[in-house]
């Protein structure tokens, strides 16, 4: 921190020179769109989970599996943390594709 | 300077490399960083009572906070304070802006500590952009491996501490020591840490461009008088370079030098000078760095700074308005109700489950009997002895196969209760009764309604 006082007037110039031909780090549109998806979907999960589990005790509904499943009471919060990430990440992936394609929409005309 | 002016759809996007900038919103920043980070990485660690001060015991179903013991049927506290939350998000971001944005957020103080790495590693943004653009040789690769082992490192142990507050975190350590952990533990801790990585080291502001629902939405709670960072556009234009102690009127020049520093110190990239943008976290770096470079030109400071729209249109800002007020008024009347609730609570539960097989039977001559299975909650961190009483019609009486009821700290309790009434002196069908628990050593008392059927 205390190198900026005195070179900063050259520097200025030199870096904003530096920043036009830095290295590009691309993210397509479709990587932002995964990113959405997944981190929305993450938060509701995370939200969803919480509510579920404060209700519902994972190790009663592994007794009651038909057929049995041999899962401990950690195994049955992940899985239920992870079901609930699919769902509302299919729901987030499907809304994103009808309104992507929808006609009019900037994205298809291009 | 005008190289992105050419807008694509499939934006390509410049990795940032902030310069870093001191200050006294730098230091504001860093105080609450450190703050933040120490609580986070240091609070799993705090004892209370023999055991861990902050756990939320997943298998056990518990939660412990100091010398409070959270039960799943206590849910509604933690919905409370989730909404109690929410509501000092609107309330703070009418007030000051996108405070939590620059100084709270997860998202910031990890991307931050991230940069800061970096830094260690690969040194100023000058010889970090510098070392980018270089060809792949020794040196480089050196570096980069170092900042890729503190990054992967600080994440496995941000994963540790986060999987440490599931799970007793001396425990945790010890299993971790003798490579004994258990899978799902593992699991959570790759997991965490990976998403640390990819938030903090590698997406950094693109999660508050593109992924983060409040960035878009925080608008609908600003008003006018909301603080927020902005340009004097006025003072500052029209924007040129020119010589320390050159008269800038004499040149027709406002007091931007267009020196490009507010650009370089902004950790999302943009020019704070094209007015108010979304992608904001209001971090107040560029207030900083033109701060400094004023300073340099003696001109006077400000020229970036906190303000208000209202100050902007040359008008009075207030702070004391009727939003201010309302989201004032609900978030105390919340937070009072809160620990008022949460200072009545009694750690005591009774449910009252009626026996399903038969309605009624007459046990002795002259007397109806219900049936019914008792659960007690001792809720409580020492054991309690209780007493039951039932009432709500003449005669009723209740029996129960233990003379007294003795419940350990945090157990559960089934005991079968018997009730009789005598018969004719009420009509048939169903008539409401009351279970009443009183603690014999505590004043824990609790009542539980049910319903009593005679023929």
């Known amino acids: ?110 | 300077m005008e190289n992105s002016t050419h807008k694509s759809l499939y934006a390509a996007h410049e990795k940032i490399h902030p310069r870093e900038i001191d200050g006294l919103f730098a230091r504001l920043r860093l105080g609450s960083m450190l703050a933040l980070l120490g609580a986070y990485y240091l609070a799993a660690w705090l004892q209370w009572d023999g055991r861990q001060a902050l756990l939320f015991d997943l298998p056990a179903r518990k939660f412990y906070i100091f010398g409070l013991v959270l039960w799943p049927q206590d849910f509604f506290f933690l919905s409370w304070l989730l909404i109690i939350a929410a509501l000092a998000l609107f309330f703070f971001t009418a007030l000051g802006g996108r405070l939590w944005c620059g100084y709270a957020c997860p998202q910031t103080v990890w991307t931050e500590a991230f940069i800061w790495m970096e830094r260690l590693a690969e040194g100023p943004r000058s010889k970090r952009i510098k070392l980018d653009k270089a060809k792949w040789s020794g040196k480089k690769l050196n570096r980069k491996a170092i900042k890729q082992v503190l990054w992967v490192s600080f994440s496995l142990w941000t994963g540790f501490t986060f999987v440490g507050y599931f799970t007793p975190i001396r425990e945790l350590t010890a299993n971790a020591a003798t490579f004994s952990l258990g899978g799902w533990e593992a699991f959570w801790i790759v997991f965490y840490g990976f998403a640390t990585y990819g938030n903090a080291g590698f997406l950094r502001e693109q999660v508050c461009k593109y992924m983060c629902p409040y960035a878009r939405f925080q608008s609908a709670m600003f008003d006018h008088d909301s603080l927020i960072i902005s340009y004097d556009e006025r003072r500052g234009e029209p924007r040129g370079s020119r010589r320390r102690n050159e008269d800038p009127k004499s040149k027709q020049l406002g007091d931007c030098i267009d020196c490009q520093m507010c650009v370089q110190v902004c950790p999302t990239g943009i020019d704070i000078r094209k007015g108010l943008q979304y992608e904001c976290i209001a971090c107040a770096a560029c207030i900083d760095a033109c701060d400094s470079v004023m300073d340099k030109m003696a001109y006077p400071l400000g020229l970036i700074k906190y303000t208000t729209q209202q100050a902007i249109d040359g008008k009075k800002s207030r702070i004391l308005r009727p939003r201010i007020l309302i989201y004032g008024f609900l978030l105390t009347a919340l937070c009072v109700g809160f620990l008022a609730a949460l200072a009545l609570r009694t750690p005591l539960e009774l449910d009252v489950i009626r026996d399903r097989n038969a309605l009624y039977r007459e046990s002795r001559p002259g007397f109806i009997e219900n049936v019914y299975t008792l659960r007690i909650i001792n809720k409580d961190t020492v054991s309690h002895d209780f007493e039951l009483s039932v009432d709500g019609l003449d005669t009723i009486s209740v029996e129960t196969n233990s003379d007294g009821i003795s419940v350990g700290a945090g157990e559960i309790q089934t005991v079968a209760a018997r009730v009789l009434v005598e018969d004719g002196i009420a009509a048939g069908g169903g008539h409401d009764i009351n279970f009443t628990l009183t603690g014999l050593d505590s004043s824990n008392t609790t009542t539980e309604q049910s319903r009593f059927f005679l023929p």
């Open chain 1, 1 to 110: 921190m205390p190198d900026h006082d005195n070179a900063s007037e050259n520097e200025h110039l030199e870096a904003s020179q530096d920043a036009e031909d830095a290295p590009l780090r691309e993210l397509s549109r479709k990587q932002r769109d995964i990113a959405v998806i997944g981190w929305c979907s993450f938060l509701v999960a995370a939200v969803a989970t919480m509510f579920f589990f404060a209700w519902i005790d994972p190790l009663t509904l592994i007794e009651s599996a038909q057929p049995p499943i041999s899962v401990d009471i950690m195994g049955g919060y992940a899985i239920g943390f992870f079901f609930f990430w699919a769902l509302s990440a299919a729901s987030a992936a499907l809304t994103v594709y009808l309104i992507r394609t929808r006609r009019g929409h900037p994205s298809v005309d291009e």
